[in-house]
């Protein structure tokens, strides 16, 4: 992985995120291109980009949060998968398609719990077992294809969860969001966050309570770097923060993204996603999930199947390289956590917002036509 050097896009504390990002793009060909992303774990203090050209830097690269929200995680994996198509020449399909598996099965062990991640790969397996490719180097080809349209798709599909998810916010709405769901986390634009920047964009001046997030604080490093930039009212606030918040009357909804929801509505999300609904509920507020329909696995009657990622105990006591903790103390550090569904008011999908949440609405909203590119 190489830091690309100035000259390329720049967006500092003070700027923000005003300059347009991509989160993850594919450079060049498929034969002599790269993946490049923007080194999340570097924000909002530095704006520096990543270039992938092996399988084991992109494994890396989501494993240490390089990067990281459950689209933009699909998307990464997608273009890894090509890479690793690749890696032993493209001399016929047969090793192509071999390689692909091997990437494929590799990636897949870098992140239990976003469900976009195995949704991606199994999606570029599919299309090199279908694929009638003459030659290894067509056959390439068409995986990059497939990878640049999960890509395109994820953009569709965050615009019109933007949409949708507006249609829910009221002029001057107090949003409390947990986490990143933005541009950063998916292809662009977001989920969570495509509902602030829809309402933003209608006039609605949406004013919002970034939680901060730890351990890893994506809400303060990255929401609220994505939100100032775009010129939204944010404000960050700690975690515990988040039920005075309510107290006071300034939060008139709750907007977060999901890793994986079941078949029940049923959401995992970043850890303290929970606690949020909890809240919520008993300060009468609606709480809402906004994802794509890549993000639901159906395979699961309800949450208690999702695996839930557990990090190093070192991103609790002495994250962002100072001790907090005394030496040797215990430390539990679940990534995620699973909101029930019925916590939530309603799941904003590409589709629209299944509300009551229920097996059958998610299952009818899934079936239908896709959103409109
Ligand atoms: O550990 P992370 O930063 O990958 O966790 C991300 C989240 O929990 C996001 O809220 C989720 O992926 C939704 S992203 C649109």
Redesign the pocket.
């Known amino acids: 992985m190489t830091a690309v050097p100035p000259g390329e896009p720049e967006a500092g504390p003070r700027e923000g995120a005003r300059r347009r990002f991509k989160t993850v793009q594919w450079i060049g060909d498929a034969a002599g291109g790269r993946l490049r992303m923007i080194d999340q774990t570097r924000l909002p203090t530095e704006f520096v980009e990543i270039d992938c050209e092996d399988v084991e830097s992109v494994w890396w690269a989501i494993k240490r949060?390089s990067v990281?929200?459950?689209?933009a995680?699909g998307v990464a994996a997608a273009y890894g998968a090509v890479i690793g198509a690749r890696s032993r020449g493209t001399a016929d399909v047969a090793t192509v398609r071999e390689a692909l598996r091997d990437a494929a099965a590799r990636l897949a062990t870098s992140r239990p719990t976003?469900v976009n991640l195995f949704w991606a790969l199994d999606r570029m397996r599919r299309v090199a077992d279908a694929e009638t490719a003459e030659t290894g180097g067509l056959l390439l080809d068409r995986l990059l294809a497939e990878a640049r349209a999960i890509a395109d798709e994820d953009r569709a599909m965050c615009r019109a969860i933007g949409r949708h998810g507006a249609e829910l916010i009221s002029k001057g709405d107090g949003i409390l969001t947990h986490?990143?769901?933005g541009g950063l986390?998916?292809a662009d634009y977001?989920?969570?966050l495509a509902v602030i920047f829809s309402a933003h964009e209608q006039g609605k001046s949406p004013r919002v309570f970034a939680d901060e997030t730890r351990p890893?604080l994506?809400g303060a490093r990255l929401t609220a770097w994505e939100l100032a930039g775009q010129g939204i009212d944010v404000t960050l606030i700690c975690d515990s923060m988040a039920a005075q918040v309510m107290k006071e009357g300034r939060v008139q909804a709750v907007v977060?993204?999901?890793?994986r929801i079941a078949a029940n509505g049923d959401a995992a999300?970043?850890i303290g996603t929970y606690g949020v609904a909890v809240l919520a509920r008993h300060h009468g507020i609606p709480f809402y999930v906004a994802a794509p329909s890549s993000t639901f696995d159906l395979s699961l009657a309800d949450g208690s199947g999702i695996p839930i990622e557990e990090r190093d105990p070192s991103e609790v006591t002495e994250g962002f390289g100072r001790r907090t903790a005394p030496e040797g103390v215990g430390v539990y550090n679940p990534?995620?956590d699973v909101t029930p569904a019925g916590l939530i008011s309603g799941i904003i999908t590409e589709r629209g917002v299944v509300s009551p949440v229920s097996e059958k609405a998610i299952r009818a909203a899934l079936g239908g036509p896709p959103a409109d590119p």
């Open positions: 949060l990281r929200g459950a689209p995680i976003a986490c990143n769901a986390a998916t977001g989920t969570a890893l994506q977060v993204g999901a890793d999300n970043k990534a995620f």
